[in-house]
């Protein structure tokens, strides 16, 4: 049974860092291109980044470009979003998603996900 657990989340003031995790368990995971999004309630599902199945090509969104970093261990079956100088704006529930293949074309088109995890709250303090 696919598993995807993020962790990580938490209050932080406005200019702070956190680093999210998402583990996931039950199969191999360097089979799967990872993505984290992130929704606020009454909004859509929004792109944030996505890493390739070796790790070797990532894509982010341009509102966190520069700021956050997405990387991936897969002998820990666990991929990472640093967050730096975040903002008020950045406030919301970030979910980590997998899918077999990655690709530009359509890396930040959630319905291309096939497994979600339950996602961890963000909130930024201005």
């Known amino acids: 049974q696919v598993q995807l657990v993020e962790s990580g989340g938490g209050l932080v003031q406005a200019g702070g860092s956190l680093r999210l995790s998402c583990v996931d368990g039950?199969?191999?995971?360097?089979?799967?291109?990872m993505g984290w999004f992130r929704q606020v309630p009454g909004k859509e599902r929004e792109f944030v980044a996505a890493?390739?199945?070796?790790?070797?090509?990532?894509y982010y969104a341009d509102s966190v470009k520069g700021r956050f970093t997405i990387s991936r261990d897969n002998a820990k079956n666990t991929v990472y979003l640093q967050m730096n100088s975040l903002k008020p704006e950045d406030t919301a529930v970030y979910l980590c998603?997998?899918?077999?293949?990655?690709?530009?074309?359509?890396?930040?088109?959630?319905?291309?996900?096939?497994?979600w995890g339950q996602g961890t709250q963000v909130t930024v303090s201005s």
């Open positions: 890493i390739s199945r070796s790790g070797d090509y990532t």
């Open positions: 998603a997998a899918r077999r293949y990655f690709a530009y074309s359509d890396s930040d088109d959630w319905t291309k996900y096939d497994d």
């Open positions: 039950g199969r191999t995971f360097s089979d799967y291109a």
